[in-house]
């Protein structure tokens, strides 16, 4: 079980509520996540407009609301049966998200903010993981 300090949970909610979807979503996934790794492509395929990728984003925020490990655990099951993701994408997805959204909150982005958000990233790829196994 993961310990939240007060900071770490209001910074999570207050990154949240700073970013843009709209710009964070389609940078994500097409500028970064499916041109550096063009075989990421074949998970997305039944998505049809990639530029909705904002309900990642809006998945996201449910887990800052919610529990985190019964809110992944279907998708983790449904990530690992049914899609068959490779769990390291997950890494890279966190990777990714990271750093788009390092730019767009600025100098906001101090390290200790970016230290809370690299947690809440490696608690989220952990729970996605969880099926796998």
């Known amino acids: 079980m993961v310990a939240w300090t007060d900071f770490e949970r209001a910074t999570i909610k207050d990154i949240f509520s700073k970013i843009d ?16 790794y063009p075989w990421t492509q074949r998970y997305f395929a039944g998505f049809g407009n990639l530029y909705n990728a904002a309900v990642v984003m809006q998945g996201l925020e449910k887990v800052v609301k919610n529990n985190i ?24 997805l966190g990777d990714f998200l990271a750093i ?34």
Request: charged share 20%; aromatic share 14%; hydrophobic share 50%.
């Open 21 to 36: 979807y709209e710009v964070v979503g389609p940078a994500l996934f097409l500028c970064l996540f499916l041109i550096v």
């Open 69 to 92: 490990k019964a809110t992944f655990t279907e998708l983790s099951t449904l990530h690992s049966e049914k899609l068959q993701v490779d769990p390291d994408n997950f890494m890279l």
């Open 100 to 133: 788009v959204v390092a730019a767009q909150l600025g100098k906001d982005f101090t390290p200790e903010v970016h230290a809370a958000f690299q947690k809440f990233l490696a608690v989220v790829v952990s729970s996605l993981r969880r099926q796998y196994y």
